[in-house]
């Protein structure tokens, strides 16, 4: 099963892939995380990738697509996967489509998790990742046990650097310029489906899996 995520910055994208990664057995990749993990280890993509990031911009899509397509080769994408965060252009998408096709392939669910922009604000300025296993909670929503403190690896927990405020209207609108036209573009190819993102997180995964099938 190979399934996209599609919503705004913040809509849930990254908790229900982790779900639906685990339901079905199938890999998470989400693109915002490997660039993460790129920054914290210092690496030639994660010094370019920061300079956008940090604005609430896009990384240039030659950065993304030979990264998420390389990725596919890995033995874990055997039986699909959930694509988080990519594709976030029309370009990017058109290569995921080129790149599947040479090998008689096809995505077969892009769900978009629709949360309105008024939402998004209030929930990102609440969001908490961790330093070390980018692990994400909620300081009302989904809080760790401990303050401050990972429940999985135990390393401090921070608001990452394009969750401020300023940041996250940037990302808000670079979304809807570059990335909400997806919806029309998966919408024609019959991929399309939508779930409210606004309710509470296992209201979401519920209606996912209604979608997706047992
Ligand atoms: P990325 O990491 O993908 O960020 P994003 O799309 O902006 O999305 P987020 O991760 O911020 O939100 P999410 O939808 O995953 O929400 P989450 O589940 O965490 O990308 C970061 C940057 O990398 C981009 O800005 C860009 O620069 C670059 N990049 C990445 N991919 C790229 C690409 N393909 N091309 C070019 N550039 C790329 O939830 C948010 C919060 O809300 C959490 O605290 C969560 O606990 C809470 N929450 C979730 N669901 C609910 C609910 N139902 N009710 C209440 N709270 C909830
Ligand atoms: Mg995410």
Known sequence: MKIIMLGAPGAGKGTQAKKIAEKYSIPHISTGDIFRANIKNGTELGKKAKTYMDQGLLVPDE???????DRFAQDDCANGYVLDGFPRTIPQAEALDAALAKINEKIDYAINVEVPDENIIKRMSGRRACVSCGATYHLEHIPPKKEGICDTCGAELILRDDDKPETVQKRLNVYHEQTQPLIDYYT?????????????????????VKVLGE
């Not at 950065?63 to 397509?69: C, F, M, P």
């Not at 024609?188 to 996912?208: P, Q, R, W």
Request: proline share 0%.
């Open 188 to 208: 024609s190819k019959n991929v399309l489906k939508e779930v409210d993102g606004t309710v509470d997180m296992a209201e979401v995964f519920a209606a996912i």
């Open 63 to 69: 950065l993304v697509v030979d990264l998420v397509i």
